[in-house]
């Protein structure tokens, strides 16, 4: 049996527990809000607009998963957030003031491995502190602290290019978070990873977010790692592009990889395939015009 | 095995095989040059008279054309007169190896012939004083404006057509300037090695610093570094070993230099001692010196390198412990190093 043909809940319906989970949430500051955002490509009469009108509030230590097929503008609104890439309209409002430009007030943790590969793994994690002004001492002790915390304490003195990839992107959310930043965007940092190592970091981020006071704004493609880490599931779409649905996520915490086949899970992640790959009606799988090359007698399905 | 493959694509040779290799780069133009040398019957086109039997314009110790001396061979033969005697050799512009391996050691120790001519080892003090202080005062200014180009496309749109276009300006064409602005002595020469070098080293850096990940960059920012601190704490950092690499291989360029800088004005340096000995056919001499600035920019070179795995450790290969990286030349460091186990070390830390 598939899981489309489970009698599954209804993703919106919340148990008790997470409702009031939510209700929490609500009741906290918003630490980030987005406002009328767009963002359009080229110049005066071919423009592509990726999206327009964006608006969405993030409360204070929410874990905000974005979404959508590739082209959606997912990344671009990460970047606009960290203040990478300019938006062509509206505005950003970081603790209800406005922001432009980056700045170590939002920690940015790219797909890329960005570790400087000229400074240690210590001094990676120190230098937004030594760009904040703090002493060396300070930042030194910081920056061990860090380490501790994501599990690398024995590779302090190693090089970036002595570390595995998900060692790497261990440092690189050390480092971002080393400088206090109020929200955390994370561009797809899982994406190049293999599946195992993936799974692993998805659950050092959980217990990582646990322990810091820390706004998440993860994007990714992989549905299960959203339904997987988010409070929120932020869905986006293309043509017209912008927030399709904001989906609260069912999956009661503290999350753990048996509740990949939970009720509320398969309905959630049903949801998303729903918005992601729509049904095509007609077609149910496409045929390639392939013509046989092989001997019968191994047939292979 | 694919080890066993000789001309592995992409494929790094085991330490053995590349060490037999770079002896062999050496050893091949070196056999030739005995088989050239060394067997009578290879080339030799001139005679060496030993005896000048009856023909009357020979005389002992005479070098002349093989068809010269077999002619009158014959002539004699048909005359019944006394036979000339000879052995087959080569031109003296082409001395055998051991005379120029002997060269190397007696060309310090000769006294020069006049009063006022330099040592050997004077005339390569000279010429490494010439360089070095071309290169030096080129990299001052050369060295930021390259920087500076790289990072800002101001500076790049400021500076960059002009120097493209000076740098196709030979730098020998400027000699007679440098003489009449700067007199005869050392100051010209330096200059022309800071024109041939400076102009490329501004678009080599600057095109090193170019390549810097924009990643990083964004990187930093998110962290709070802006303005100078992007450019001294990430872009240069970042861009450092590429131009490292760049001052070592335009120092080699300064080099070439060398050798049209010390003929502007008085000649000096080792050009100037090239120069005496070929005019006094000691070709031995001459090889000897022309061999010695190899050597020297390579010693040099092989230097430098070392010394950047020193000056940058991450760019070290960390699979073995360093037991000869006094000769990366040898030994190059790839330029992909392999990927280290991961499994490994991330069981490492689960533990």
Not at chain 1, 15 to 40: G, N, Q, Y
Not at chain 2, 106 to 115: D, N, S, V, Y
């Amino acid at each position: 049996m598939s899981p489309s043909e489970i009698k599954l809940p209804d993703y919106r319906s919340l148990a008790p527990a997470v409702a009031a989970r939510f209700e929490r949430i609500r009741e906290r500051p918003v630490i980030l809000s987005v406002r009328d955002l767009k963002k359009s490509f080229g110049a005066n009469g071919s423009t592509h607009v990726v999206f327009d009108h964006l608006s969405l509030e993030i409360h204070r230590r929410e874990f905000i998963c974005a979404v959508g097929p590739s082209g959606c503008g997912k990344s671009t609104l990460a970047r606009i957030v960290a203040g990478l890439d300019e938006a062509s309209g509206g505005e950003i409002l970081l603790n209800g003031e406005s922001v432009a430009g980056p700045g170590p007030d939002r920690g940015m943790v790219f797909q890329g491995y960005t570790l400087f590969p000229w400074l240690t793994v210590k001094r990676n994690v120190m230098f937004g502190l030594q760009m904040s002004g703090k002493a060396p001492s300070t930042a030194d002790t910081e920056a061990r602290q860090w380490l501790d915390m994501v599990g690398l304490s024995k590779f302090e003195e190693s090089y970036p290019h002595e570390l595995s990839g998900g060692m790497k992107q261990r440092v690189a959310i050390a480092r971002a978070l080393a400088n206090n930043p109020r929200i955390l965007i994370m561009d797809e940092p899982f994406g190049a990873l293999d599946a195992q190592t993936r799974a692993q970091m998805q659950n050092y981020l959980l217990q990582i977010w646990k322990k810091v006071d820390v706004t998440i704004l993860f994007i990714t493609h992989d549905l299960d790692e959203a339904a997987f880490l988010s409070d929120r599931i932020i869905v986006m779409g293309v043509n017209p592009g912008g927030i399709r649905e904001v989906i609260e996520n069912p999956v009661p915490r503290p999350r753990s990889p048996a509740q990949f086949i939970s009720p509320e899970f398969l309905a959630l992640k049903k949801r998303l395939e729903h918005h992601i790959h729509p049904p095509v009606e007609g077609e149910p799988a496409e045929k390639l015009p392939m013509i046989k090359l092989t001997d019968a007698g191994d047939e292979v399905e | 095995m694919a080890n066993h493959d000789w001309l592995g694509l992409k494929q790094e040779l085991p330490r053995r095989r590349r060490l037999l290799l770079t002896a062999a780069s050496f050893l091949a133009p070196l056999l030739v040059w005995c088989v050239l040398s060394y067997v009578p019957w290879v080339w030799h086109p001139l005679m060496h008279i030993t005896d000048a039997g009856s023909v009357d314009y020979f005389s002992t110790g005479l070098d002349v054309p093989r068809a010269t001396f077999f002619q009158e061979v014959a002539k004699a033969q048909a005359a019944g007169l006394d036979v000339p005697q000879g052995d087959r050799v080569n031109p003296p512009y082409l001395p055998a190896p051991h005379e120029v391996v002997r060269a190397f050691y007696t060309a310090f120790k000769t006294p020069p012939r006049l009063q006022d001519e330099p040592w050997l080892h004077q005339s390569l003090g000279h010429s490494i004083r010439t360089i070095f202080l071309g290169f030096f005062f080129s990299s001052l200014i050369g060295l930021p404006l390259g920087i500076l180009s790289g990072t800002y496309r101001f500076f790049a749109k400021l500076q960059e057509p002009f120097i493209e276009f000076f740098r196709y300006l030979p730098a020998p064409a400027f000699g007679a300037l440098c003489v009449a602005i700067l007199g005869i002595e050392d100051a010209p020469k330096i200059a022309i090695i800071v024109i041939g070098t400076f102009f490329q080293q501004v678009l080599v850096i600057a095109n090193s610093v170019r390549k810097v990940d924009p990643a990083l960059i964004e990187a930093a920012q998110t962290l709070g570094a802006s303005k100078w601190k992007l450019v001294s704490r990430v872009v240069i950092p970042a861009s450092i070993t590429d131009v490292y690499t760049d001052m070592r291989i335009l120092l080699g360029w300064a080099w070439t230099y060398l050798i049209v800088a010390e003929v502007v004005g008085t000649m000096s340096g080792i050009t100037l001692f090239i120069n005496q000995q070929a005019r006094y056919r000691n070709f031995d001499n001459v090889y000897a010196a022309i061999a010695m600035i190899g050597i020297i920019g390579l010693t040099t070179d092989i230097f430098l390198a070392w010394l950047g795995t020193v000056l940058f450790p991450w760019k070290k290969k960390n699979r073995k412990p360093r037991t000869h990286t006094l000769f990366p030349l040898f030994d190059p460091i790839p330029l992909n190093p392999p990927k280290r186990k991961e499994v490994q070390l991330e069981a490492h830390v689960a533990q």
